[in-house]
């Protein structure tokens, strides 16, 4: 009896292939021809899933915004209860950090797509949502939660907090990639901010946070 495919399986495996290569080698790199030796499969399979490098790199990039999601998703799962504003704004902003082998890794794959973005209008244009707006959006919702609840300050501007956080998390991912910041150095800088907007939290909401902390 045929072996059955797992067809999304393998094209998850592909962009895995796309992800290693952005990372170490920078995105340009990752040809369908490239791609497919670190996949370990050959280049008319790539064909088959993906027509153009274009699709294929669009595709990856989709991947790593969902893994990035699931990671999250997960560390909400592990408070093993329903999170206030402060963890979902700690939460988001701690994830965008390259505090382990994973996160390094989706750092490294967002900065090679970014800079190949900088001249290519179809991987600028990848994600019809700004992933930078999203982030804004969702630490406004959850500033001006904190706010009702008591929480926040009420003279703060949800909004431009929100820009600041989003804008601290990027530069702070980029400047460790670089070896700038320590894992420990981003993570103190972040609380004290989150600290700062939510004054009444309480401190063990920061437990199990640092590089190490299990997932």
């Not at 670190?38 to 990039?61: D, I, N, P």
Request: hydrophobic fraction near 45%; glycine fraction near 6%.
């Amino acid at each position: 009896m045929p072996k059955r495919v797992d067809h999304e399986q393998r094209r998850r495996q592909i962009a895995a292939a796309v992800w290693r290569i952005a990372a170490t080698r920078g995105l340009p790199a990752a040809t369908l021809r490239e791609v497919a030796a670190e996949a370990g499969v050959s280049m008319r399979l790539v064909q088959y899933y993906f027509t153009t490098k274009e699709q294929l790199l669009v595709y990856a990039f989709e991947q790593g915004a969902r893994s990035a999601g699931e990671r999250m998703r997960a560390s909400f799962a592990a408070l093993g209860r329903p999170p206030e504003p402060v963890d979902v704004v700690r939460i988001c902003l701690l994830e965008l950090l390259p505090t382990d082998e994973e996160s390094l890794m989706l750092a490294r794959v967002h900065a090679a797509y970014y800079a190949a973005a900088l001249t290519d209008a179809a991987l600028a244009n990848a994600d019809a949502e700004d992933p930078q707006q999203q982030l804004e959006n969702v630490l406004a919702t959850q500033l001006r939660a904190g706010q009702a609840a008591g929480d926040v300050p009420a003279g703060i501007d949800p909004a431009l907090e929100a820009r600041g956080l989003a804008a601290l998390a990027a530069g702070l991912s980029s400047i460790m990639l670089v070896g700038g910041r320590t894992a420990e150095d981003a993570i103190a800088l972040v609380r004290y901010h989150v600290d700062r907007l939510f004054p009444g939290a309480a401190a063990d909401s920061w437990a199990g946070s640092g590089p190490d902390a299990d997932r």
